[in-house]
Nanobody, 120 residues
């Protein structure tokens, strides 16, 4: 059974940083693309970033490019999202997804999510 468990969220002031983690199990983690998706209050899901199975190829939404860094540790079955220079508009539930950018918008691919709140 595929399991994805997000952690690392919290409340931070604008300009601050957080590092999100996603613990994966139930599949061969190193064989799959992985994606971060977020959903702000009252809005639909938004693609954030995708990383290739080898951890080398990465893609970012324009809204986070230059501020966020996606990475993975295949030996630990772990996905990460380093978030710097956080803005209030980054406030959302953040989900780890075992899927490509487009398919990851379907909540069936998500874990339980971790809340990120950026506020002064």
């Amino acid at each position: 059974e595929v399991q994805l468990v997000e952690s690392g969220g919290g409340m931070v002031q604008p300009g601050g940083s957080l590092r999100l983690s996603c613990a994966a199990s139930g599949f061969t983690f190193s064989n799959y693309l992985m994606t971060w998706v977020r959903q702000a209050p009252g809005k639909g899901p938004e693609w954030v970033s995708t990383i290739g199975s080898n951890g080398v190829t990465t893609y970012y939404a324009d809204s986070v490019k230059g501020r966020f860094t996606i990475s993975r540790d295949n030996a630990k079955n772990r996905l990460y999202l380093q978030m710097n220079s956080l803005k209030p508009e980054d406030t959302a539930l953040y989900y780890c997804a075992k899927a490509s950018r487009t398919l990851a918008l379907n909540r069936n691919y998500w874990g339980q999510g971790t809340q990120v709140t950026v506020s002064s």
